[in-house]
């Protein structure tokens, strides 16, 4: 189980993320919704070491990562939310070299790569440098990346970004059948939709902290909502969308 | 055209002549920084040759030694500025076309590409003219005066305030700017007009090429600034290649001091200055648009060569990742590739510079020489220094986050691949050549003496060069302003070069007598040792962490008296 007691994130004394408490079971997928700037990417960032958090914990059953990060490095895999990669590089060469980072045994790991490459349709271009490869096509080189030690947490940044329907509905149920064998996934996204086919436990954020956090069936019930979608413009959406849309066509027309 | 559209486009052309994406986050993602420094360094070297033309006194110099010295002067003053426009030429090699980046973000505005084109050019002139105004504004203003004083024109004479030399300066010093500038674009239009694919890999040899053209035609062409030298017939097959001697004919005409010596290469000048801006025109303009259509459909890189796709293990599996990732990161990227070159064309200087010494000459002779064994030296130190210095800037700075959430120790891991990449990537090539070279050459066992003391001489560079690296080889962020490091880098390779002259002696007299050799070759295993002993001990005294991101040194220290909520002087907390 992965664990987030009382976890701050300030910039300059700013507040990015303020007391944030839950937890996401092994078996489950939990969602971690929130509008842009609420502050997901950098509970990502924390959960994965890339950035310390101001105060409180993050522990991984029940162990606080900071005590290993190097250990916990090796039990995580994390798509991030922007396709980064090193263009020089073909796709075969950047997952070769994560492999190699994540000191895993050279010929098994050859035998996933080229089984990812060829189940991600990427197999035909792995020879080719990222910097021609489309944003689904990096898409697809992240999520390998982050799958290809068998991780016991996987940390996704919105992955469906750029993806084709099939490759999307592909990643849909390889991210169930992932929580199916144990895993513990959280997994954040804009798309609703997916979130709730997907999801059993979704944790909501707002201006940084936490304003929901759990199963979707007791938060419709609670709220009376019959959607996600509802549920979230409820909490987390202070606009009045319809408004602003007038708004903005009425600006345009002007 | 809108007048609009072109300045916002100009604007951030003329910004774009720099990378800003690999600054780190410390140097606030701005580009002032980093240009002022170039612009110092310009300034500087403008400064000291204005203020040599200022103190300058000619008087009691024969007329015929003030003409030589003259006709010196400004051949050199030609050749620099034709050298720092050659640079600048290369550096902004990547520029001077549109890249994916423009052509997807202009493509949905209603932007004339006939706009686009205008802005671009009109960006690379500025920075063009820029870089020989800030050259130049120091002997500009003072060698004229001092050089126009000995032959007052009737313009002069005139109007004291304008002198026709101080005209005739600018306009050689532009004409020859544009003139090598030109000659660039021109082969870099017509290579454009290949198929795309072609160009790509074309465009890396010719950018190195160019470079290594500029730097070794500046460092050897013959000294024939004399009336004697211009006029001799064997020198004239070479004049005729030779730029900067036909922009000195071309000063002398507008100076109004042309003579028979000087005259054919002021007609050269002439031609050379159309031909090169006529056919940049054309090529150019036509390669440019054709580029445009084609930058969409394929890709910014060309795919790697097949047979170089595999490399072998290099130790455990994290080094060989790093040290593969060194190697590809080097030969791939032609901008750190560049600045290798440029460490390498001063090696190339110093030695030059070191064989025409006479005394090497005389040396030369004899088989088993000094300066020969000190030439390698200076090649192996400056390839280490040059590779290293390299190490330090980053490919892609937004990409190594991949690094960051890898399981990767710090400290002892670290440095030992950085060592592997260092040692392939500058001491196995510089070692090498320099092996081949002297056991074709010499005797048997004198060349495999000396190649036994420069390998170790360059394990010490090698152990030196990693004192606190605690980073891995082309991802941590770069911070411009350390200025400290390239000016302690000059000063050293002038040190050296002192030394190589007494170390070359002391070597050659070792090959001679071999306690003295076993002696040297003891101190070497002991230095070698003893400092990457001191380099373990310091890594492992420091925090474990690899560093991504090139922090300032802050100049006041904060005492960290601030809780949540209140700002605070530390960046990021």
């Known amino acids: 189980m992965l664990e987030l007691r009382h976890v701050s994130k300030h910039f300059l004394g700013i507040p990015a993320v303020a007391d944030v408490t839950f937890s996401a079971r092994a078996g489950e997928i939990t969602g971690y919704l929130g509008p842009n700037g609420s502050g997901k990417s950098t509970t990502m960032k924390m959960i994965t070491g890339l950035i310390e958090a101001t105060s409180g914990d993050i522990l991984f059953r029940g162990v606080p990562i900071q005590q290993d990060l190097i250990a916990w490095k090796q039990r995580m895999g994390y798509v991030p939310e922007e396709p980064h990669l090193y263009t020089h590089l073909s796709g075969l060469e950047y997952l070769v070299m994560v492999g190699q980072l994540r000191n895993l045994p050279t010929r098994e790991t050859a035998d996933r790569i080229d089984g990812l490459l060829r189940l991600f349709t990427l197999h035909s271009d792995r020879h080719a440098p990222i910097s021609a490869y489309s944003k689904g096509m990096r898409q697809k080189v992240l999520l390998s990346a982050a799958l290809l030690h068998n991780p016991e947490l996987i940390l996704l940044d919105e992955p469906f970004s750029g993806l084709d329907v099939g490759t999307g509905l592909v990643l849909r149920s390889l991210i169930q059948e992932l929580a199916a064998r144990g895993k513990v996934v959280l997994f954040s996204s804009h798309e609703l939709e997916t979130v709730e086919r997907v999801c059993s436990h979704v944790v909501i954020l707002h201006r940084g902290k936490i304003v929901a956090d759990d199963s979707i069936e007791r938060l419709r019930a609670l709220m009376a909502v019959p959607t996600l979608e509802g549920i979230f413009s409820q909490l987390a959406v202070e606009q009045d969308t319809d408004a602003i849309s007038r708004e903005i066509a009425d600006l345009i027309q002007a | ?573």
């Open chain 2, 1 to 573: 055209m809108s007048k609009l559209q072109f300045r916002v486009l100009y604007r951030e052309f003329l910004f774009r002549l720099v990378d800003l994406e690999l600054l780190s986050p410390d140097a606030h993602g701005d580009a002032n920084k980093l240009l002022g420094q170039i612009a110092t360094v310009l300034t500087m070297y403008s400064v000291g040759l204005g203020l040599g033309g200022l103190l300058f006194d000619h008087r009691g110099m024969p007329a015929a030694a003030f003409e030589i010295f003259s006709m010196s002067l400004e051949h050199f003053l030609i050749s620099t500025t034709m050298l720092v426009v050659g640079l600048f030429a290369v550096l902004s090699w990547d520029s001077t076309f549109p890249d994916r980046r423009d052509v997807l973000v202009l493509a949905a505005l209603p932007v004339r590409t006939r706009t686009f084109f205008l802005a671009r050019v009109a960006a690379v002139a500025s920075g063009l003219a820029l870089a020989v105004v800030v050259l130049n504004a120091g002997p500009g203003l003072t060698w004229p005066l001092t050089l126009s004083s000995a032959n007052p024109s009737f313009l002069e004479m005139a109007l004291p305030f304008v002198r026709r030399t101080f005209v005739a300066y600018w306009i050689t010093m532009l004409a020859a700017g544009t003139f090598l500038f030109c000659s660039v674009l021109s082969i870099q239009g017509v290579a454009a007009l290949l198929p795309r694919r072609i160009f790509l890999r074309l465009s890396s040899f010719l950018q190195l090429g160019s470079f290594v053209t500029f730097l070794s035609v500046y460092l050897l062409q013959p000294a024939l600034a004399s009336p004697a030298a211009l006029l001799a017939p064997r020198n004239q097959k070479l004049l005729a290649v030779l730029p900067s001697y036909w922009f000195l004919g071309l000063f002398q005409q507008l100076n109004g001091t042309l003579s028979p010596a000087t005259a054919p290469l002021a007609r050269r000048a002439w031609i050379g200055l159309a031909i090169a801006m006529s056919t940049t025109a054309v090529a150019y303009a036509l390669s440019y648009f054709r580029t445009l259509r084609k930058v969409v459909e394929e890709p910014d890189i060309a795919p790697g060569i097949r047979g170089l796709r595999w490399l072998p293990a290099f130790g455990s599996a994290v080094e060989t990742a790093i040290v593969q990732f060194s190697i590809r990161a080097l030969s791939r990227s032609r901008q750190h590739r560049v600045i290798l070159a440029f460490y390498l064309g001063i090696a190339f200087t110093i030695v030059i510079a070191f064989l025409k010494d006479p005394r090497a000459q005389r040396q030369m002779t004899a088989g088993v020489n000094a300066p020969l064994m000190m030439s390698s030296v200076v090649m192996l130190c400056f390839w280490i220094i040059g590779t290293r210095m390299v190490f330090a800037i980053p490919v892609n700075p937004r990409a190594n986050w991949i690094f960051r959430v890898m399981p990767i120790r710090g400290g002892g891991q670290c440095v030992s691949a950085a060592r592997r990449s260092l040692y392939l990537l500058a001491w196995v090539p510089a070692w090498g050549v320099s092996a081949a070279i002297f056991l074709y050459s010499w005797p048997w066992r004198a060349a495999l003496e000396h190649v036994i003391l420069l390998g170790l001489l360059g394990a010490v560079v090698v152990e030196l060069a990693l004192y606190r690296f605690q980073k891995l080889p082309f991802t941590c962020s770069w911070l411009p302003g350390q200025a400290f490091a390239r000016v302690a880098f000059v000063a050293y390779s002038f040190l050296l070069q002192l030394l190589v002259y007494e170390g070359g002696a002391l070597e050659r007299r070792a090959l001679d007598e071999p306690v003295l050799y076993a002696e040297i070759l003891a101190c070497l295993v002991g230095v070698v040792a003893t400092v990457r002993w001191w380099i373990t001990v310091e890594i492992n005294a420091e925090e474990s962490v690899v560093s991504f991101e090139e922090t300032q040194t802050p100049i006041i220290t904060g005492l960290g008296l601030f809780r949540d909520g209140v700002l605070s002087t530390q960046a990021g907390e």
